[in-house]
């Protein structure tokens, strides 16, 4: 299922809490030596970082993820839906 699913998706089906707030960030940063054999390429070579964190309405801290990928194969884009509940 996680494969699949994402964190809001997997605590909404499985839990009684709302995630209010995400927080992302993006970096550039070199990549370790355990990060290079992981993604098969050499260590100091350039990459992104993805990481995002999960709270709820009271800053509860519910989850955290960093993602590496490799700087060379990497494209961002997004489409964002907004909640229609009034900020």
């Known amino acids: 299922e996680i494969e699949y699913a994402d964190f809001p998706a997997i605590v909404a089906k499985h839990t009684n809490v709302t995630i209010h707030k995400i927080e992302m960030g993006i970096t550039a940063t070199p990549l370790s030596e355990e990060e290079a054999e992981l993604l098969k390429t050499v260590a ?15 800053g509860k801290t519910l989850g955290y ?22 900020v």
């Open 44 to 58: 100091g070579h350039p990459a992104l970082c993805v990481h995002r964190a999960f709270y709820a309405k009271d």
């Open 65 to 86: 993820s960093k993602t590496i990928y490799r700087g060379e194969t990497f494209e961002l884009s997004g489409v964002s839906y907004p909640y229609s509940a009034k």
